[in-house]
C-alpha cells in the first residue's frame, strides 16, 4: 500500500534496535552512531552522533529522551545499573539539551539478556526490566512499580532491550511490539495477556 523502504546503514552503520520519535525527527541507534530521519521523509537523514541505546520517547510532548543517571546518560547497562532521570535530547543533533526530568524512584535495568523492553506511550512510558513493569507519568517523572511480569516472547534486537508502544484503554495499559518476523501484538499489563494486532 504505498510502502516506501529507506536503508540506514549509510548513516547509522549495521542495525541495533533502540528507535525514538520526536516532533521533526525519527532517532535511530546503529552499531555505528545515531542517526536523525525526517518523519515526513525518512530518506532525509543525517548522522546525528555517537550510538545511544537507551532511547525513548514521550508521543504527547513528541520529545526524545535518553535514559540516565543524574545528568549522565547510561552507556552500559550491567545487573546494578539504576535509571534515575531521563534526559532530553535534541533530536537534530543527538546532544542533551540540559533539561531533565527526575524519577520519583530509581528503576533497576537489567543488561545482557535482552529480556527488557521500553514502550513509548501518550504522556508515558513503560519499562519492563525483565521481571517486573514500571510506570513513568510525563512529564512529571512519577514512577509506579507495577509489579512482577513474564518476560514476553519478542523479536531479539542487538542491544539490551527491545523497542515498542505503550496503549492505554478500557482502564487497562498494554505494550505493543514485535514479537515474531510474522506479527505485532498486544500484551495487557501485568497479567501478560497477549493478542494478535497485526501479521
Known amino acids: 500500500n504505498d510502502s516506501q523502504v529507506y536503508d540506514h546503514n549509510d548513516i547509522t552503520g549495521d542495525d541495533r534496535g533502540p528507535i525514538a520519535a520526536g516532533a521533526v525527527n525519527l532517532l535511530y541507534s546503529g552499531d555505528g552512531g545515531l542517526g536523525a530521519f525526517n ?8 548522522n546525528a552522533g555517537s550510538r545511544i541505546d537507551v532511547l ?9 529522551y535518553a535514559f540516565g543517571n543524574g545528568n ?28 531533565r526530568i527526575d524519577l520519583s524512584d530509581p528503576i533497576p535495568l537489567r543488561g545482557g539478556g535482552n529480556e527488557s523492553g521500553i514502550f513509548a506511550g501518550w504522556g508515558r512510558i513503560l519499562l519492563h526490566n525483565g521481571s517486573r513493569i514500571f510506570h513513568i507519568s510525563m512529564p512529571s517523572g512519577r514512577v509506579l512499580d507495577l509489579g512482577p511480569m513474564a518476560e514476553p516472547q519478542h523479536r531479539q534486537s542487538e542491544t539490551w532491550a527491545y523497542w515498542g508502544v505503550a496503549e492505554y484503554f478500557g482502564g487497562a495499559l498494554y505494550m505493543v511490539y ?4 510474522q506479527t505485532i501484538v498486544r500484551t495487557r499489563v501485568p497479567d501478560g495477556m497477549t493478542a494478535d494486532l497485526a501479521s
Open 178 to 181: 514485535v514479537r515474531d518476523s
Open 39 to 46: 518523519l515526513n521523509n525518512l530518506s532525509q537523514a543525517t
Open 72 to 99: 549522565s546518560i547510561i552507556q552500559s547497562i550491567g545487573n546494578d545499573t539504576m535509571a534515575t532521570t531521563l534526559l532530553q535530547l535534541d533530536e537534530l543533533t543527538g546532544n542533551p539539551t540540559g533539561s
Open 56 to 64: 525513548v520517547s514521550d508521543l504527547a510532548s513528541e520529545t526524545v
